[in-house]
């Protein structure tokens, strides 16, 4: 019996894992930085909906691992960030914030 | 000359043309102290993120101007402190970049190519998608007939196990069912358990003698032990051989799905 739930598990974790798996998994996308790519010179502290791609949902800025910018541009949206914040146009602690 | 933004808040709860009495108030003081006024822009009411002072929102403004010193700012600022009015206010130094951006913003340029570029990464994203899909497939071609031969060489060393089905002890087989019997599993588990079992069972072929048929059924067979050590009462091996036959193949079928639906998606 044991043996037979054995296998009854294995083979259906199998599929599981088919199923539950990220598809998108395996396409790794190259990651650009989108103001060298597209000549994006100045990053405005007032268009909260543009910043709101480099932070996460806990109103936290992402890495440049995640979002591929180079450090540069990466410095100027880390200001803008907190520029935004004092503003209030972003939060400075949120939750569930996308 | 350099130029600034000032960027501030005003309480939004102030009788009618209070507002606009004060960012008047701050456009003249700018003026007297000799700067020039490049542009004012009214945002307008917007929610504030967090509280401020017990607000919930706020009239946004900036005002741009041109000053050959700074000096105007701590006066400025100065102002907007001694104002209760004014919630919150930021200014900045602008590069030529941010001075770029603000006449092309005014122009209605920025949002154009917001819009242009946000059209061309979706584009970029699909076309990337695709490209990867295509290499996915690929790939799943590749590794489609790996799976295949794996299955035969372990139907081989099983068949030992369904021999000692013959005798009256059933535990043997089910300890090397269990080593045996999940093919995808095996390369794990120490495989070096299932030579000493297999070792009982080569003493029994006297018994086995017999039923020579018997293992050209099951050699076809992967899972037939489990099944066996199951009924425990003598089985004909041949039925449940043939039943097994039939998982089996649906086994392979389903592989088969998997596969062709993965290349579908993927």
Known sequence: MAVQRQRRAGRTSR?????????????NRKKYCRFRKYGIKHIDYKDPDFLLQFINEQGKLLPRRITGNSLKYQRKIATAVKRARHLAMLPYVADLLK | MRQYETTFIVAPALPDGEIKKAVKNYKDLLTKEGCEIVHVDEIGLKQLAYSIKKHNSGVYFTIEYKTETGEIIDKLELA???????????????????IKYNEDKR?????????????????ERAEQDAKN????????????????PKPKPESTVEVPADVAVAEPTVEVPADVAKTVEVPADVAKEPTVEVPADVAKTVEVPADVAKTVEVPADVAKTVEVPADVAKAEEAVETVDTAADIAEEVSLDMDILG?????????G
């Open chain 1, 15 to 27: 599929e599981d894992i088919k199923f539950l798996s990220n598809p998108n998994i395996g396409n």
């Open chain 2, 80 to 98: 907007f402190r001694r104002d209760e009015r004014i919630l919150r206010f930021l200014s900045v130094k602008l590069d030529k970049y941010g």
């Open chain 2, 107 to 123: 122009a209605g340029i920025i949002d154009e190519r917001k819009n242009k570029l946000a059209a061309e990464r979706a584009k």
């Open chain 2, 133 to 148: 899909k295509a290499k996915k497939a690929a790939n799943k071609k590749s590794s489609k007939k790996k799976p295949a």
């Open chain 2, 257 to 265: 799905d998997l596969t062709d639906s993965d290349n579908n998606k």
